[in-house]
């Protein structure tokens, strides 16, 4: 897929799912430790820090379950 | 194995032997996981009669299946024991990251016996188990104790669950805390925890969680979420969070103030509503594999407790220190629950033991000769909180208040026992039976764990009208079409709903409702409404069936939710439960709300109803030989009950 992923910190939550429908996409496992995405969080503040691994070959799949907009696909023009 | 990792780890604390026990399909498919196999696993391992903060008390962890997948809300972790509060079976569910940690290292369960001779805590990383000393950890609250831990094992990802001072002094009503600001708060298993001298919990696992069919569970996940999304529920719930229900509750006359003593008034509502969630709240936090974040990040940038920020301000403690104790400022639920989250006790019994307290003390049956010379009086914050701290610390009156309610009545007496508001030893103050009676209410008569009302939840109420006085067999039922498209099997609903009558079967209901709730509590998923009022065992089973591939039909789910409901009684029976014992505290029956009280003769024609619609003995609440051979449980030793 021709884009990339935007990102709002601001509204992630710290569900993590980005993480399981990665590793679940490219190797049909649910593990956070394999994702190509990853969501720090600072439980004590409330916070979170979206990164992408060298390895994340933008595509849609943490955007389509991110529930809350921290992460939108966006086409490239 | 697919979906569970079919290994239970079994930590004796008196000898440190660490070992694995593998489970059966047969054991995950009549029992499913959590709380199921959580209650089957106490049954196996200890006798339900023993003195709960002995080394023979077995502390149970259970996740579900669905847990550290992206099913939505799969991250609950059951917690079980017998309970030094209740004396019954103890649990208490909690979510965020420990839940999904837990299978990431390669376990279902956790199963910790004996005593350790020292303060100890456990490290859980990849199947390495360590046992390290707590020494330098004894005494810390739990905050200071999670850093503590992250900072030594150099890794801020850990997932912690451990006990405060509360759980190290055996407050009856200690918690085992869930990071810095989730809980197992119920029926007092950090007391248990502490009895064994553990601290602390921690994992950290970069292991699989396999699928047996990929695709086929994808789509059963998608199916759950847009299920979930589209209910309309679900916004509120993002809004809101468990505030939302506040401004439900309050026009059905189901909220009492002062211990209970008379329906909250206009004063309640103004300040505590949900709407005066919203000057302090920032954003939503939401559990792993959440689509809702229900979790309130609040900030108070006023008054007393300027510069406080947590996640927190949720109904159970605004009805708690709210409603019962007299508060009427929300920033003020903030900072009782910093307090009591730092201290490792439970919200609720914590005030309802002050509650307890100050209407003995204004009723001239306790004085200052017995609360170390303090003045007890409704609202009064300071109060309060240095009473969350004696009991924490068991220092002086605290000391007796940290015993719970019931506890207390009996050692100061004098009739106190006339002004208890707890059922089967747990306070039963979310919605007053009085006020409003309905599946919630009476499920607090039948609840495996005591009289609160989480355990047994009707998935389909009308929360505008309630039944008129002295009806006490029905509630009313939500619109036709709201009941059509509800997650109840055919023949259930024909039992349940009449709908020309526009009416509930509240035995029918509760028995369906129990059962519900023990699948999802078994699965490991959440209960609130969009959840529970959403789906059902149909789509559980495709879910199981998917990502397990072991073959579960609809009615292989519901029936092993009905067969956690029997189990559980059998544990509440040899724990020392009677039919007798079944029943509301004297002040629902004889102080009147509003001109309402309930009728203890109705009642117990209810209670023997449903004790029809489960297939048990009325006079003993037992189930009946044939019932326990339709569930397969008639040949374990066990399950013997004459």
């Given amino acids: 897929m021709a884009g990339y992923i935007g990102i709002n910190p601001q509204l992630c939550t710290g569900c993590r799912t980005c993480m399981l429908a990665c590793s679940f996409a490219f190797f049909k496992v649910f593990n956070p430790s394999k994702s190509k995405i990853i969501i720090e969080g600072n439980e004590e503040e409330g916070t979170f820090d979206i990164k992408f691994t060298f390895e994340c070959v933008p595509c849609d799949v943490c955007a389509k379950y991110c529930a809350y907009d921290a992460l939108t696909y966006v086409e490239k023009e | ?642």
Avoid at chain 2, 235 to 260: E, H
Wanted: proline share 5%; with cysteine; aromatic share 10%.
């Fill in chain 2, 1 to 642: 194995m697919y979906g569970y990792t079919g290994k239970t780890l079994v930590i004796d604390l008196s000898n440190r032997k660490v070992t694995q026990k593998e489970m059966s399909n047969q054991d995950y498919f009549e029992y499913i996981g959590g709380l199921g196999m959580n209650t089957r696993i106490l049954l196996d391992e200890m006798d339900p009669s023993i003195d709960p903060l002995s080394e023979d008390n077995v502390l149970c962890l259970g996740t579900g299946p669905l847990v550290g997948t992206m099913a939505p809300t799969a991250n609950r972790t059951d917690i079980s024991a017998k309970s030094p509060l209740t004396k019954l079976l103890g649990t208490s569910n909690s979510g965020y990251s420990w839940g999904p940690e837990l299978k990431f290292c390669g376990y279902d369960h956790l199963v910790i016996k004996g005593k350790s001779e020292t303060p100890v805590y456990i490290f859980i990383t990849n199947g390495e188990v360590n046992i390290l000393s707590a020494d330098h950890l004894w005494g810390k609250d739990s905050w200071d104790t999670i850093r503590a831990i992250k900072n030594e094992l150099k890794d801020k990802e850990i997932s912690v669950a451990c006990i405060g001072v509360g759980g190290e002094r055996l407050v009856k009503f200690a918690s085992i805390e869930n990071g810095f600001y989730g809980a197992w708060g119920r029926t007092g298993l950090g007391a248990v925890m502490g009895s064994k001298n553990l601290k602390a919990i921690a994992l950290r696992g970069h292991g699989d969680v396999a699928v047996a069919d990929p695709e086929g569970f994808l789509k059963s996940v998608d199916e759950m979420r847009t299920r979930i999304m589209n209910h309309p529920t679900y916004k509120p719930w993002r809004q809101f969070g468990s505030m939302l229900a506040v401004d439900i509750y309050y026009p059905l006359g189901a909220i009492t103030a002062y211990n209970q003593s008379e329906a909250a008034g206009e004063d309640f509502i103004k300040t505590m509503g949900r709407e005066n969630l919203l000057k302090y709240k920032k954003k939503s936090i939401g559990c792993t594999a959440c689509p809702i974040a229900c979790a309130n990040w609040v900030e108070i940038d006023d008054g007393p407790y300027k510069g406080l920020k947590l996640k927190g301000i949720e109904i159970t403690p605004t009805m708690d220190f709210g409603a019962r104790c007299g508060i009427r400022n929300l920033a003020a639920i903030a900072k009782a629950t910093e307090i009591f989250q730092k201290y490792g006790i439970d919200c609720s019994t914590a005030a309802g033991s002050i509650a307890l307290a100050i209407e003995l003390f204004q009723k001239g049956i306790i004085s200052k000769a017995d609360t170390d010379g303090l003045e007890l009086n409704w609202g009064d914050e300071p109060l309060i909180f240095e009473l969350l701290r004696r009991i924490t610390y068991r220092e002086g009156f605290g000391d007796l208040l940290a015993e719970g309610p019931v506890e207390m009545a009996r050692r100061i007496g004098k009739g106190s026992e006339q002004y208890l508001t707890q059922t089967r030893g747990l306070e039963t103050n979310s919605r007053d039976p009085r006020g409003r009676w309905d599946v919630w209410s009476f499920g607090c008569l039948i609840n495996a764990r005591g009289g609160d009302h989480l355990r047994v939840q009707s998935p389909a109420e009308n929360l505008r009208e309630s039944a008129p006085e002295g009806e006490y067999y029905y509630e009313f039922s939500p619109p036709e079409k709201v009941v059509a498209r509800i997650a109840i099997f055919d023949d259930w609903k024909e039992k349940i709903f009449d709908l020309g009558k526009n009416t509930v079967n509240i035995p029918y209901m509760a028995a369906w409702s129990q059962d519900l709730m023990n699948i999802v509590n078994s699965l490991g998923t959440c209960i609130r409404p969009p959840v529970l009022h959403s789906l059902g065992p149909t789509i559980y089973s495709k879910l199981l069936t998917a990502l397990t591939g072991i073959e579960f039909s609809p009615e292989d789910v519901r029936k092993a939710g009905e067969r956690i409901t029997n189990i559980q009684r059998i544990f509440n029976f040899k724990a020392g439960e009677k039919r007798e014992d079944m029943k509301y505290s004297p002040k629902f029956y004889n102080v009147p709300i509003e001109g309402r009280k309930l009728d203890k003769g109705k009642v117990d024609k209810v209670l023997d109803k449903y004790f029809e619609v489960r297939n048990w003995d009325i006079k003993t609440a037992l189930p009946r030989e044939e019932k326990l051979r339709q569930l397969n449980l008639n040949e374990f030793p066990w399950s013997r009950l004459s």
